[in-house]
């Protein structure tokens, strides 16, 4: 049985979240602001499994994606936009400017050597082709005979 399935795989979502909350509590008082969630879609597409994670503003050399034991991890930093000078005072604001981390379980075996993963329109997709899950199907195997070579 694969890690990413049953309680070993729950275990490795529930050790990205703790790392992503201490990484919240370490954050500089006074800094930019932290606490984002990018919304997150898991589709199973045929042959496919992709992940959609909305991230407006965020620019593809501030992202860092893996994949480990069935979890993606998508790590990444939002930054200001260029036409935002940091001197201004704001009265109000509720565009996220900071750090986030998302972890996602992957719900079936996929083929880590064909992943692709692009950033388009404020959007990162991520695709795995699926690998066929024949741990619940029957096989007949072949029976061969061997000769008795007597004792010599």
Do not use: C
């Not at 994949?67 to 940091?86: A, V």
Request: avoid cysteine.
């Amino acid at each position: 049985m694969s890690p990413r399935f049953g309680p070993y795989g729950q275990i490795q979502i529930l050790k990205a979240e703790v790392n992503r909350l201490i990484d919240l509590l370490l954050d500089e008082p006074g800094g930019e602001s932290s606490g984002w969630y990018p919304a997150v879609d898991v589709l199973d597409e045929g042959g496919e499994i992709t992940v959609r994670i909305e991230l407006p503003g965020v620019k593809g050399k501030d992202l860092r994606v893996e994949l480990g034991d069935g979890i993606l991890q998508i790590r990444g930093y939002k930054g200001r936009l260029e036409s935002e000078p940091g001197a201004r005072r704001f009265h109000l604001m509720e565009r996220f400017i900071g750090a986030f981390s998302v972890a996602v379980e992957i719900p079936q075996p996929v083929d880590p050597s064909g992943v692709r993963a692009v950033l388009g329109q404020g959007v990162l997709s991520v695709t795995f082709p699926r690998l066929d899950d024949r741990r619940h199907q029957a096989f007949t195997i072949e029976v061969e005979e061997q000769e008795d070579r007597g004792h010599e």
